[in-house]
């Protein structure tokens, strides 16, 4: 985004770098693990379309393996096609973590996962590690932070690291390369009208459509687990051509449960800039919404993802007014997910439930350090 402009780079325009980067996603607001398992979603989908030898480690903090979690169907069977390209592991109690109340298991069980994640570090076999919830660990003593920083800051080169979860503490945040504090918004309106399940994230932050697509993977993997029912779309605007690294993954679970979940994007090829939008980018706008208004009302999808929605209507591709009236006819048991960042807020804005603006205290770009496939996009 610019002063005077947004647009949205495609996937087939994109460089791509080969240092791997330490981010560091925080913050009250809702969709920091899902931000990580979007990752996820893109490094598998690299992994089964390349031979580059991606694979990603999942180390999950404070989520002990007695519990189920709704991605966790999708993910082992993304791991039953490809076991060579993830690996998850969960440490802590099997019931629900209380802050008040830290026993000595909980850092016994804290110093497990990071010796996995020591281990996986050092190996140089992962080419993303993704250490969910390790900020609260940290903040709450169950591990020592310099040691922590220590090992990540000796990371290999091309190793890209993934860190989430509340109060991060400032030597990690010093030596992160991206931090996105993920801010809530709250809309009384949504609450006055009775609407639930609609959640925005914005902003300029990293991890918007990242976000939604871990969303994807946990609503897949709710339907593979416990109700077949739970059909989800995933809907992209502005993102036409090829070489996302998500779709490889998005389709190999289609073939898998092609009941469950379908994807469409539009958009050309091409940036779309304010005032130079062409009929085409107006033309692909609309097929798109036709696509989700339809689904919206169809009353078949339990998850609607609808990825760069935002900058779509900030473009002035889409009306606002259809939007706002579609999602006030929405069945109560759809959850739609509408990401992307605006210069102007839409009206619908004020229907959501969920409102996280994902504001950037850093990023790697900005120190000119080229995006990554499978990480960025």
């Given at each position: ?12 325009e ?5 240092t ?25 989908g690299?992994?089964?379309?390349s ?38 592991v ?8 209380d ?21 996986a ?71 006055e ?33 416990t ?11 502005l ?35 304010r ?52 999602l ?50």
């Amino acid at each position: 985004m610019t002063r005077t402009g947004i647009g949205i780079r495609t996937a087939v325009e994109r460089s791509e770098r080969l240092t791997g980067q330490i981010h560091v996603y925080d913050g009250a607001g809702k969709g920091k693990s899902q931000a990580a398992l979007g990752v996820v979603l893109r490094s598998i989908g690299l992994g089964i379309n390349s031979a580059t030898g991606s694979r990603v480690l999942l180390l999950r903090f404070l989520k002990g393996p007695g519990r189920s979690y709704d991605e966790d169907a999708a993910i082992e069977a993304l791991q039953q096609g490809f076991p060579h390209l993830i690996d998850q592991v969960r440490t802590g109690r099997s019931s629900f973590f209380d802050q008040d109340e830290v026993i000595p298991f909980d850092e016994a069980e804290a110093k497990r996962g990071w010796d996995v994640a020591k281990g996986a570090i050092a190996s140089n076999l992962y080419s993303v590690v993704v250490l969910d919830e390790l900020n609260p660990v940290l903040d709450l003593g169950l591990l020592p932070v310099d040691e922590v920083v220590k090992t990540l800051k000796d990371k290999p080169e091309s190793l890209e690291i993934i860190v989430t979860g509340r109060g991060t503490p400032q030597s990690l945040l010093d030596l992160a390369d991206l931090h996105t504090e993920s801010v809530p918004h709250d809309h009384p309106v949504s609450r006055e009208q009775g609407i639930e399940g609609i959640e925005i994230y914005t902003g300029a932050g990293k991890g918007k459509s990242t976000n939604a697509l871990g969303k994807a993977l946990q609503a897949i993997g709710k339907g593979i687990s416990t109700d077949k029912s739970h059909r989800v779309l995933i809907m992209q605007w502005l993102k036409g051509g090829i070489g996302y690294t998500e779709d490889a993954a998005i389709a190999a679970l289609k073939q898998s449960y092609p009941n469950l979940v379908d994807h469409h994007r539009c958009g050309r090829n091409a940036i779309v800039w304010r005032g130079k939008q062409q009929i085409a980018d107006y033309v692909e706008a609309e097929r798109g919404w036709e696509i989700a208004r339809a689904a919206l009302a169809s009353g078949l999808y339990k998850t609607i993802i609808m990825d760069e929605l935002n900058p779509t209507v900030d473009l002035e591709l889409l009306p606002v007014e259809s939007i706002v009236e579609a999602l006030l006819r929405k069945p109560r048991y759809t959850e739609v997910i509408i990401t992307g960042r605006c210069l102007n807020q839409p009206t619908y804005f004020e229907l959501a439930s969920v409102h996280s603006e994902m504001i950037c205290h850093k990023h790697y770009c900005d120190q000119g350090v080229d995006l990554k496939r499978g990480v960025d996009f």
